[in-house]
């Protein structure tokens, strides 16, 4: 099993910025990827931005490239979620996950997931 614990959310402006944490715990030595996807009301949960544990190779969903980053501290079991000029529509829950195969952007390839922190955007 591996735990997954999200913080740094919070409220913001629009325009404004936020780091999302995520620290992995438990048998983390089969993790090959972790990604964050989000939730708003009343929508489906989307895919946000995916990073391969062993080489750092990123993916980003369309609605966050260029605006959002992923990384990840490889001696810390952590990996981040620095979101910069936020927008209202980017109000949501974000899951941190993690998958056992390298290749990871939809929900089925995760086996872990964290119990969310919540993002709001104001206008």
């Known amino acids: 099993q591996v735990q997954l614990v999200e913080s740094g959310g919070g409220l913001v402006q629009a325009g404004g910025s936020l780091r999302l944490s995520c620290a992995a715990s438990?048998?983390?030595?089969?993790?090959?990827?972790m990604g964050w996807f989000r939730q708003a009301p009343g929508k489906e949960r989307e895919f946000v931005a995916t990073i391969r544990w062993s080489r750092g190779i990123t993916s980003y969903g369309d609605s966050v490239k260029g605006r959002f980053t992923i990384s990840r501290d490889n001696a810390k079991n952590t990996v981040y979620l620095q979101m910069n000029s936020l927008k209202p529509e980017d109000t949501a829950v974000y899951y941190c996950a993690a998958a056992d195969r390298a290749i990871a952007t939809t929900e089925s390839d995760y086996s872990y997931w964290g119990q969310g922190t919540q993002v709001t955007v104001s206008s």
């Open positions: 438990g048998r983390t030595f089969s993790t090959q990827a």
